[in-house]
């Protein structure tokens, strides 16, 4: 196995909560709650879980974005959770993050190339101030966009678009690490299967190691190596893509597992489904013993109070990573394997260059009428009020034509 | 558990004749905007039948949300305009009728449950004081009968003490118990037809999966005709039983859900199967679909999906391909249908 390049160590971070007028202390929410893991160079690990478990905390956690309360993040050997000033900045020009909301990351008062070649201002050794114009060039043609649109502004992109400008961003500086937190879960289907396979054919290239932060699991068993389920700022399982999917052991992951949509119909009733009761309890105030019992149909007196442990649990062929003290391997996705069989080119290709021939007005409209469709897909379009948009357009004062 | 039958009003006007609820016809929907006239909807056709699941697929832009919009009536005129086409419930041309009767229809026969639950619901009234007010302004009823009805509706769409509950307010619900709500809230007065615009989209999957459960139970308890909008191919294969496809306003393909899947006829359905990655598969080679939906403002023209679509040749970049039959049953909108069928 390759090198350790990215250890997280009994990662925590609790956020205080302040109530009444003297801002006391009341209590904590527990984001992040002992997390630990390894990453390898130029793997991908994946890390599920529902909204509320931790997983963004982690990946800004990883970054130092975020303070953690306790616990280490150990990059190539070095501790780093006490690095400040030029030490950490020397640090993040390995480790590197790409933002989930393609539409609020990115600056709309910056062109494409300064977004992208800002992070050459502050590492300014690492490209000569002459040849910046030239590496965001290369840049742009590496995420497979066109190199000649350097002085465009975000907004005349599309959502796939700005997420490859986001993603040449964090590559900018050849970081080891990216850290992608929800990357692909606010563009449409079709747009989505082009920044996966980008993202698989840069880390080819690059030899970068993926933490790939996400809510869907079929897109991060398509794309990850290994793989950490998360519940409530702990981690529940961890292992293999294989280990996890396959045979997974702990009663969370099964549960998440059976919820998953397939698409396919002769599938309808045959696929064994575990309803999960309630919802995810409060991480203000997380259940006493194993945090799952709650809504546990295995849960036993034990759980209440004893919290189990991640270590290494029996999954039928070998073992992984489990924190359930009645872990037991539950098959529960039929795994196919399609390695070899190649999608028809005549309906869709794997090319991951952006092949769209994009006209030089912006999208404002198709923008203005998805926003006026309240409820599309996509949760990065606020509704917004179509007239005030109209009413926006200087020294045009006819009225909306009806 | 409280039956709703009860409060159906006898004899209602609304008869569907042979099952047949909705017609939808040659449906246009403009936006008139200052940079030109945007057709989200150009010419869509389609039925709804009592106790069917027709799921209306379509990435964002296709026009899917703007068709149910266009069916409840609660599009914003201007700057929408609908210069065509009818919408028939139970025969009678909603888009013709008196703005008073059609008010009527929205609840009783025709009601919709929207994606965002907590934007829809409203934060300074209870959530029992919403559900009630169907029962309050359609029915007649007084504050404490309507209260009751709205606790019997929290229980049946599996609130939790919803006797306690039904004073609480919408931020101090979780977000599946807010879609439950939302639920409750459309089913009141027993529609015909409920119309669900991406109902699960705002929702992590252990709670899509009791909602999903929880309507297709209802469904099948009233015999309701359904309208699922979504863009995930996931849940349509599990609910629906007829899908139409949309791409840039247009239908590009109707199917049943079984042959949609095993055989789809239309290059940008066949694209859409290829680009989803599936929990159930292992290597998988992700194809994705080139390029993005034109601008509506600028539809290329013949087959508005040429840019995108490998197999297009001449004719697709001058002649708009009709939606037609290629087997019986199937409709689709592509010069070439039968050779992707036979793909």
């Excluded at chain 1, 050459?120 to 590496?142: A, W």
């Excluded at chain 1, 991640?310 to 992984?320: I, K, N, T």
């Excluded at chain 1, 030089?360 to 996509?378: F, H, K, T, Y």
């Excluded at chain 2, 929290?154 to 639920?183: D, L, T, W």
């Amino acid at each position: 196995m390759p090198e350790v390049i990215l250890s997280a160590q009994d990662l925590v971070k609790h956020y205080p909560i302040k109530k009444g007028i003297l801002r006391r202390t009341v209590g904590h929410v527990k984001a992040v709650d002992g997390v630990s893991f390894d990453l390898h160079q130029g793997e991908t690990l994946g890390i599920v879980g529902e909204s509320g478990c931790g997983k963004s905390t982690l990946g800004r956690l990883l970054m130092r974005l975020e303070e953690p309360t306790s616990g280490k993040v150990i990059f190539g050997g070095d501790d780093w959770s006490g690095a400040s000033g030029r030490d950490l900045r020397r640090m993040r020009r390995d480790i590197q993050i790409v933002f989930q909301d393609p539409y609020t990351s990115l600056n709309p008062r910056m062109t494409v190339g300064d977004i992208v070649g800002e992070p050459f201002e502050i590492h300014s050794d690492v490209v000569p101030k002459g040849g910046r114009r030239k590496r965001v060039q290369e840049l742009l043609d590496l995420v497979g966009l066109n190199p000649e649109h350097i002085n465009r502004y975000p907004h005349q992109f599309s959502g796939g678009q700005r997420q490859r400008i986001g993603i040449a961003r964090g590559i900018a500086l050849n970081p080891k690490v990216l850290v992608c937190d929800e990357p692909v879960s606010a563009l449409d289907v079709s747009v989505q299967a082009q920044v996966v396979n980008l993202m698989e054919k840069l880390q080819n290239e690059l030899g970068l190691a993926y933490v790939f932060i996400a809510h869907d699991l079929s897109v991060v068993r398509h794309i990850s190596d290994r793989v950490g389920v998360m519940y409530l700022g702990r981690m529940a399982e961890l292992g293999e893509e294989d280990e996890v999917y396959t045979r997974p052991t702990h009663p969370y992951t099964q549960a998440l597992l059976s919820a998953v949509p397939v698409p396919d119909p002769t599938l309808r009733g045959k696929r064994e489904q575990i309803v999960l009761v309630g919802d995810v309890p409060s991480p203000a105030n997380p259940p006493s013993g194993c945090r799952f019992h709650t809504r546990c149909w295995k849960a036993q007196d034990r759980c209440k109070t004893e919290e189990p442990q991640l270590e290494q649990r029996p999954d039928g062929v070998g073992a992984h990573l489990s924190a359930c003290h009645f872990a037991e391997p539950r098959v529960i996705v039929e795994t196919v394997d399609v390695s070899g069989v190649v999608p028809d080119e005549r309906f869709a290709s794997t090319d991951v260059r952006d092949t769209v021939v994009s006209d030089d007005a912006p999208a404002d409209l198709q923008r203005m009428i998805d926003r006026s469709e309240a409820s599309s897909g996509d949760q990065a379009y606020a509704p917004q009020d179509v007239t005030r948009l109209i009413d926006e357009q200087h020294g045009d004062h006819r009225p909306p034509t009806v | 558990m409280t039956t709703i039958q009860d409060t159906q009003t006898a004899g209602s006007e609304y008869q569907p004749v042979d099952g047949l609820l909705l017609e939808v016809e040659d449906l246009f929907v403009e936006f008139h905007t200052p940079d030109g006239v945007a057709t989200a909807i150009n010419g869509v056709s389609f039925e709804l039948r009592q106790g069917e699941s027709l799921a209306i697929l379509g990435e964002s832009g296709s026009g899917k949300s703007v068709t149910a919009q266009a069916i409840m009536g609660i599009l914003d005129m201007p700057p929408a305009v609908i210069p065509s086409g009818h919408i028939r419930y139970c025969g009678q041309d909603l888009l013709t009728m008196p703005e008073e009767q059609r008010r009527k229809t929205r609840g009783p026969e025709i009601s919709m449950i929207f994606q965002d639950a907590l934007s829809s619901l409203n934060p300074v009234f209870p959530v029992g004081w919403q559900i009630a007010e169907m029962f309050r302004v359609h029915r007649g009823l007084n504050k404490s009968d309507a209260l009751e009805k709205a606790i019997g509706l929290m229980e049946r769409v599996s609130i939790p003490a919803a006797r306690e509950r039904v004073k609480a307010y919408p931020h101090q619900f979780s977000g599946g118990m807010r879609q439950r709500i939302m639920i409750a809230m459309a089913i009141a007065l027993d529609p015909a037809v409920l119309i669900a615009d991406e109902p699960t989209t705002a929702l992590d999957v252990t709670v899509q999966a009791q909602i999903m459960a929880l309507l297709q139970e209802l469904q099948e308890e009233r015999h309701m005709g359904l309208i699922l909008i979504t863009h995930d191919l996931g849940v349509v294969a599990d609910v629906a039983d007829r899908i139409a496809v949309m791409y840039t306003g247009r239908l590009v393909e109707t199917a049943e859900v079984h042959e949609l899947y095993a055989r789809p006829a239309h290059p940008y359905t066949k694209g859409l199967l290829d680009s989803i990655p599936r929990l159930d598969q292992k290597g998988q080679t992700l194809a994705a679909i080139g390029g993005l939906p034109p601008n509506l403002l600028r539809i290329p023209p013949g087959c508005p999906f040429n840019p995108r679509c490998h197999m297009a040749r001449d004719v697709c970049r001058t002649d708009l391909p009709p939606l037609h039959e290629v087997t019986p049953g199937r409709f689709s909108a592509c010069h070439y249908a039968e050779e992707v069928i036979n793909a």
